[in-house]
């Protein structure tokens, strides 16, 4: 079975510090993809950040870079000078390609605070 | 281009009563994705569809059903609300063969009283 497992239901960090959000996973399929999402307490679900499975390089993204050990099944988030903005709700997703399209899963969410 | 749109925003339904919750995208992705999030809590897939005609069930159909006559549409129809099923729910779609990033709609909050 799929399972994203997110252990950190809240963190804090200090503004224009860093912070890494963890995130693992369980599948036995060789062709997948990592997400990570943002929601903000608007509601809506922004896309931030995308790892392959056969991605040897971690994905960067701006601010956002994804901490990807395929050995240890973990695809961690981390946030570099964290802004007032980045307070939110974050979620680490998992796609599947082939038998297992369209099947996708989330984590818990870990709701981030950054103090000023 | 409005990406993925759902309508109602917020709908109250009494115990027994149905409804459909519209979903629209215009961006012709192929697959497209109905989720609920329960306070606090992750999106749980509820259905799936690869394509125009096809659907297949996600963690937590019972209680729902899709169909997907066109790419754009993808309809979803609540029979005999219950409590349990208020919730937020999130529309998305995504282009590719399943590895890619998701769209999300902005999700409509229901409530079953």
């Known amino acids: 079975a799929q399972k994203i497992t997110q252990t950190q239901p809240g963190m804090f960090v200090q503004e224009k510090e860093a912070v890494t959000l963890d995130c693992t996973y369980d599948?036995?399929?060789?062709?997948?993809?990592l997400f990570w999402y943002k929601q903000p307490s608007s509601g809506e679900m922004i896309f931030l950040i995308y790892?392959?499975?056969?991605?040897?390089q971690n994905a960067t993204e701006g601010r956002y870079s994804l901490n990807f050990q395929k050995a240890r099944k973990s695809a961690n988030l981390v946030i570099s000078a964290s802004q007032l903005g980045d307070s939110a709700m974050y979620f680490c997703?998992?796609?599947?390609?082939?038998?297992?399209?369209?099947?996708?899963?989330f984590g818990d969410g870990t709701t981030l605070t950054v103090k000023p | 281009n409005a990406g993925v749109t759902q309508t109602p925003k917020f709908r109250i339904l009494k115990i027994g009563q149905s409804m459909t919750l519209q979903c629209t995208q215009d961006?012709?992705?192929?697959?497209m994705y109905w989720y609920r999030q329960d306070p606090g809590m992750g999106l749980k897939l509820i259905y799936y569809?690869?394509?125009?005609?096809?659907?297949d069930k996600g963690e937590v159909p019972n209680g729902y059903n899709v169909s997907r006559s066109t790419t754009e549409d993808f309809p979803l129809r609540l029979e005999l609300a219950a409590p349990s099923q208020t919730s937020v729910y999130f529309c998305?779609?995504?282009?590719?063969?399943?590895?890619?990033?998701?769209?999300f709609g902005p999700g409509t909050r229901l409530t079953v009283t």
């Open positions: 599948t036995s399929d060789q062709s997948y993809g």
């Open positions: 961006m012709n992705h192929n697959y």
């Open positions: 569809s690869v394509g125009a005609g096809i659907t």
């Open positions: 997703a998992m796609s599947f390609a082939n038998t297992n399209a369209g099947k996708s899963t």
């Open positions: 790892q392959g499975s056969y991605d040897e």
């Open positions: 998305a779609s995504s282009y590719g063969q399943g590895i890619s990033e998701q769209y």
